[in-house]
């Protein structure tokens, strides 16, 4: 029976590591592989203590599994290699159970300390009962690893059997594991010295600087003042005059509508001062010039999906841009709410964008400036930014998709920026910092009072 394990991801923690124990007793010799190695039974303290066979077996397959060849092995379970004592095809009895301390000493001296291997007992329901099995998970190789060997002489008490110091084993496709032959070693000289290649990426401002918005409270103070008096306003716009003999109950009726209406202005400036900061993001949003970040290739790869991360810490805002679209009496911004109106039933006229922008007709839906997959910006304590990926060929650039961002006071000499960028083709990241000057402060008066059709992109 073929050995049923999904080899796509490597397995790490207990559960996993007994379903690979489980898989291997359902398998068959045939099943052992150049990931797998298993054996039924293995003495590591035997009664002769000249007798360092089980020991040397298991060291002899850490070496194999270390010397493969980092293409062949990324193939199954993420280029880990896998030695399972205490089961196999046939039975499974398990094995004494030692101190991973000590296990590691004894296993160390024939191997050494530069190969990356982590030993540890699965338990699982053997034929009487539960039994230990011995997982020895062996890390991925990588390219300039040196060619592995075993570092001491491992006796037998077979002379045959014993392995000398300096022998170099090898894992196979057909899942055995030998000695090294002369092709086999030319392969190592050759992982040797061959580096995977690394990241080399330069990320810098293509256009654009941070914003400094102001929001003083004489000038919220100043806004709120000025939507008093355009609500206060339409108490001028009373209703029809009343038939006669109905003009005292009118007036009685007039004032204490007035005395509610004055309560509802009080109410919607509250809520205008809550809702400032909003109404400042969709402003911004709309009326700052967006940054542009240039990446740069600089290796001689194609670099398939690099995606650059920013972090960004201090009193800063990140906003995906937008374009509006123009039409009569939309309110701007959108997260103001809309001004009580004293005459009956008439819902006002005038918006935030007629009381700051008299030459701005009016703003509807605000549309995303970019097309394509969506920035992904994270505002909670230090600002995220987890831009788009793009594809790059060799030595070339590509500009990044813009984004808008704020700071609540002028920095002076600006900020900066921590960014990472990965690639799906190449191992590891690249890191590093980027300087965004700072343009001139603007009140938040000034951001909503501005005409979008004045700001140029591009």
Request: with cysteine; hydrophobic share 40%; charged share 25%.
């Amino acid at each position: 029976m073929a050995l049923n394990f999904d080899t796509r991801t490597a397995p790490r923690n207990h559960a996993e590591l007994k379903k690979l124990v489980l898989a291997v007793r359902g398998a068959t010799k045939a099943d052992e592989t150049l990931w797998l190695e298993w054996k039924s039974e293995l003495d590591l303290d035997p009664e002769d203590p000249a007798d360092k066979s089980g020991r040397a077996h298991i060291a002899r397959a850490i070496i194999g599994f270390a010397n493969r060849m980092p293409d062949e092995a990324s193939r199954f379970v993420e280029g880990y290699g896998f030695f399972l004592a205490g089961v196999s095809h046939e039975n499974m009895g398990g094995v004494e159970q030692h101190d991973i301390t000590e296990l590691v000493r004894w296993i160390g001296d024939y191997v050494g300390e530069t190969i990356r291997w982590q030993p540890t007992y699965v338990e699982v329901e053997g034929g009487d009962g539960a039994v230990a099995v011995l997982v020895i998970m062996i890390d991925p190789p990588r390219w300039g690893d040196p060619i592995f060997c075993m570092r001491k002489q491992a006796p037998s008490p077979k002379k045959d059997k014993s392995i000398p110091e300096a022998t170099v084993f090898v894992r196979r496709t057909e899942g055995t594991t030998s000695r090294a032959r002369a092709t086999d070693l030319d392969a190592l000289g050759e992982r040797l010295i061959r580096r995977a290649p690394s990241l080399d990426l330069a990320l810098s401002v293509a256009q654009g600087e941070a914003k400094p918005i102001t929001c003083h409270e004489d000038d919220v103070a100043k806004v709120l003042s000025y939507l008093e008096t355009r609500a206060l306003a339409t108490l001028q716009e009373g209703p029809d005059e009343p038939l006669a003999g109905l003009a005292v109950a009118f007036d009685r009726l007039k004032e204490r509508r007035e005395a509610r209406f004055r309560e509802e202005v009080q109410e919607y400036l509250r809520e205008c001062r809550i809702a400032i900061p909003d109404g400042i993001a969709e402003a911004a949003a709309v009326n700052v010039k967006p940054l542009i970040l240039r990446l740069h290739n600089q290796t001689d790869t194609f670099l398939g999906s690099v995606q650059v991360l920013l972090r960004i810490h201090g009193n800063v805002r990140a906003l995906e841009p937008e374009w509006p679209s123009y039409a009569i009496n939309e309110r701007f911004p959108r997260a103001l709410p809309v001004p009580p109106s004293f005459s009956r039933g008439a819902r006002s006229s005038f918006g935030p964008d007629a009381v700051l922008s008299p030459n701005l007709s009016g703003l509807s839906n605000l549309r995303s400036a970019h097309a394509g997959p969506p920035i992904r910006i994270d505002n909670f304590g230090p600002v995220t930014i987890e831009l788009p990926p793009v594809d790059l060929r060799s030595g070339r650039h590509a500009d990044l998709a813009p984004f808008v961002l704020l700071v609540e006071e002028d920095e002076g000499e600006g900020i900066t920026a921590e960014w990472t960028a990965t690639a799906t083709n190449m191992n590891g990241s690249i890191s590093g910092q980027l300087h965004i000057t700072c343009a001139e402060p603007q009140s938040f008066i000034e951001l909503f009072a501005a005409d979008p059709r004045d700001r140029q992109d591009r």
